[in-house]
């Protein structure tokens, strides 16, 4: 079994270069076999995410070269076939290829997406925009058939400002006939980035980052360069991490409006952020005040930074809470902050923490990836070692986490026990 051994309290210092988005990159895979030419996209992180997406590409008979952080799709020879669950279940944006081969091929089969186990994470509102754009919905099992003799532009409105669904309609609808908009479309910054791609293609999309987005179809898509966009998630992560250990440590390519929520709230618990254009330098405060936080859809709180925030308030004096909105099942990490010595519970979707508490190195779990984060920063602060497993979560979201600490000072090892 592999596992990451990490030896606590070391000060962290010097500069971690944050890789391309994650969730970013999840949907323009996918989205490249829109054209009839080939992409190139790059930036794309290596993570156990985008192999398993240029595996399904390849699957599909799609062309792919990837030369370090660049990926080049060729979708000219691919063929649609059926996504088996294999392929579904290895993660959530093995979704994207419901939209994106619909808006291709009129057809698509294939299975529920997998992904971390946080939450119910139904599919409704992305088939019930496929219907919306003149698709049939059918499932039998665990398996869906989404066909349509021609995909017309429609107005949609998303009961939810879902990321998956407005990436997902907007994937059908690009080549729909006449126009489309999404109503309550999710805002998030990746949302803009996958818009970027599209239009360089020669979609027509406007709004992308506000609640209306315009899809004007179009019949043909070529090929085009692309760039993600830096993962705000996993800066943040690397941020909390300064926040408790830094001594100095800089953050550094990354969009610094795209984390204002989460500054807003290391200000807020006595953090001092030194921030320039593409970074920003954190150092631990003498003393850490508590704060509560309500997660929310982007610019609000990220879910995805929930759970590495909570190591932090163990540290903040007094009682602090967290409130998670976005999913049911987002709070697998306290039992084991527990374990290592927090004082935290959990009820109707509220974490209570009490501290400062002190933490002790132990064995814990990655549930998921953001929980497996979580423990990483809690074993960089907590006295002796800490062993984390499962850690096959971290790796999906997480580009050479073990190389980026060790280049800071902190001590830690990926093993196999
Ligand atoms: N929802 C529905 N029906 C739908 C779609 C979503 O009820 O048809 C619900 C979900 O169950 C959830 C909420 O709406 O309770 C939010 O879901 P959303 O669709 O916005 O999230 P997602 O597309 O499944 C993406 C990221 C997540 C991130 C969320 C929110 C990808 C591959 N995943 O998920 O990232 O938490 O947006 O920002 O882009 C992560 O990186 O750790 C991660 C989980």
Redesign the pocket.
């Known amino acids: 079994m592999k596992v990451l051994e990490i030896n606590g309290k070391h000060e962290l210092s010097g500069s971690i270069r944050i890789s391309g988005a994650?969730?970013a990159s999840?949907a323009l895979i996918p989205a490249a076999i829109l054209a009839e030419e080939e992409s190139t996209i790059c930036n794309v992180p290596e993570i156990t995410d985008t192999d398993a997406l240029c595996e399904i590409l390849e699957y599909l008979n799609v062309g792919v070269k990837r030369a370090s952080e660049s990926i080049i799709i060729d979708p000219s020879d691919m063929k649609n076939l059926e996504l088996k669950d294999i392929y579904c279940k290895k993660l959530?944006?093995s979704y994207y290829f419901m939209g994106a081969l619909l808006g291709k091929y009129k057809k698509v089969t294939m299975c529920f997406p997998g992904g971390?186990s946080?939450?119910?994470?139904?599919?409704?509102?992305?088939l019930k925009g496929f219907e919306a754009l003149g698709a049939i919905v059918s499932s039998e099992g665990n398996k869906y058939n989404v066909e349509a003799d021609e995909l017309r532009g429609a107005n949609i409105y998303l009961d939810?400002a879902?990321?998956?669904?407005t990436i997902n309609i907007m994937l059908a609808a690009v080549k729909a006939k006449g126009v489309t908009i999404i109503d309550n479309a999710?805002k998030?910054p990746?949302i803009v980035n996958v818009a970027t791609f599209l239009n360089s293609m020669g979609a027509k999309i406007m709004g992308a980052g506000t609640s209306t987005i315009r899809i004007e179809g179009v019949e043909i898509l070529h090929g085009c360069f692309h760039e993600v966009i830096p993962d705000r998630?996993e800066a943040g992560t690397y941020m909390i991490a300064g926040a408790l250990c830094g001594n100095r440590l800089k953050i550094d390519n990354i969009i610094p409006t795209h984390v204002e929520a989460l500054i807003s709230k290391l200000q807020e618990v006595g953090c001092e952020i030194e921030q320039g254009e593409d970074y920003v330098v954190m150092t631990k405060p003498a003393q850490f005040k508590s704060t509560n936080i309500k997660t929310g859809v982007y610019p609000g709180f990220?879910?995805?930074l929930q759970q590495p925030f909570t190591v932090l308030l163990t540290q903040a004096k007094g009682k602090s809470k967290i409130e998670e909105t976005?999913?049911e099942n987002r709070f697998m990490h306290i039992a084991y902050l527990n374990l290592l010595g927090a004082d935290i519970s959990v009820k109707n979707q509220t974490a209570t923490i009490f501290g400062p508490t002190t933490l002790v190195g132990g064995h814990v779990v990655a549930t998921d990836?953001?929980a497996g984060a979580a423990m990483v920063i809690a074993g960089l602060i907590a006295d002796g070692t800490t062993t984390i497993s499962n850690i096959d979560h971290i790796l999906r979201?997480y580009e050479e986490i073990v190389e980026k600490l060790i280049s800071v000072g902190a001590k830690i090892e990926s093993k196999e026990i």
């Open positions: 994650k969730n999840v959530r944006a971390c946080i939450g119910k994470r139904p599919i409704n509102l992305h939810f879902s990321v998956g669904a999710a998030e990746e998630i990220p879910t995805d976005i999913y990836l953001r979201g």
